[in-house]
């Protein structure tokens, strides 16, 4: 898999979005993508307990941990590497979470307006 360049929706350099817990496509802790990242996990987002309720109720369950894939479970205030599409999805029902610009990848720009991430930023 190579990695597309490190470029955010800024056209800086992608800041990391979270090692802990360790998110991104790659789990390098960035929301760096490949040509193989069919679900475009390049939003860097902020949890909120209404985010997280809701993905769990569409089948998304980010919140209840999973130690044999090394996943502890997601709570309010973590930051994840988002499906592009799963944004829009939630920015669409009124409970999408907040942006940070700096940490998502310019990829997610395919599927979501620069315009409509910035009304989540941090």
Request: aromatic share 10%.
């Amino acid at each position: 898999m190579e990695m597309e360049p490190s470029i955010n929706v800024l056209g800086g350099v992608l800041a990391p979005c979270s090692m802990q817990p360790r998110t991104g496509f790659f789990r390098d802790g960035a929301c760096n993508t490949c040509w193989e990242d069919r679900g475009s996990h390049t939003v860097c987002v902020q949890t909120t307990a209404e985010f997280l309720a809701w993905s769990a109720y569409i089948g998304n369950d980010l919140s209840t941990p999973r130690p044999e894939w090394g996943f502890m479970g997601l709570k309010p205030g973590d930051c994840w590497c988002l499906c592009a599409s799963r944004f829009l999805e939630a920015h669409d029902e009124g409970c999408a979470p907040r942006v940070n610009l700096a940490a998502t990848h310019r990829r997610a720009l395919e599927i979501v307006p620069l315009e409509l991430l910035k009304t989540y930023a941090i």
